[in-house]
């Protein structure tokens, strides 16, 4: 007997979630490391994306330690996976293993992503980059959920995930 669609749903989604993680491990940044995975309807990987300074910026350690250059200058890894994907998003899923900010989720629903998959943190404290982004990220959610964005993590597959819920 094989697995029923909701299964393969969160089997894929688990597979997806550990390439963002493996993802953001190429982040040169040594407190937050984020990764994001744009994957189509086919199951297909279109973009990866982490979080780093654009191409060509010096990137070095001493400008990621001081925290005004580093924010001056980062790429989060959900708009450098939109900007890397060789062309258009839309109806696209992209997995990411932290909670968007309102600038990654306007480049989201702007750029037609039509499901966005987070990674399932039941019960896990809140990490310190969550509770620095804790307002902007709840922006985030209500702006993807006025656009009607599937917002869900890999616990729970399509259903809605409210930050004020826990």
């Known amino acids: 007997m094989g697995l029923s669609d909701d299964q393969m749903t969160r089997k894929w989604d688990e597979r997806f979630m550990r390439l963002a993680r493996h993802v953001a491990m190429w982040s040169k940044d040594p407190s937050t490391k984020v990764g994001a995975v744009v994957v189509d309807d086919k199951r297909r990987v279109i973009a990866v994306g982490y979080n780093g300074f654009p191409r060509g910026v010096d990137d070095s350690p001493e400008r990621y330690a001081d925290r005004p250059t580093k924010y001056a200058h980062v790429v989060h ?49 809140k990490s310190e980059v969550e509770k620095r982004w804790g307002e902007d990220q709840q922006t985030a959610y209500k702006m993807m959920d006025e656009a009607l964005l599937d917002v869900g993590d890999t616990a729970h597959g399509d259903e809605d995930m409210d930050p004020e819920a826990s």
């Open 77 to 125: 890894a959900e708009l450098n996976a939109i900007l890397n994907a060789p062309h258009g998003v839309e109806g696209c899923t992209l997995y990411v293993t932290l909670e968007p900010c309102t600038t990654c989720a306007k480049a989201i629903i702007q750029s037609g992503i039509r499901r966005v998959v987070l990674p399932d943190r039941e019960g896990e404290p």
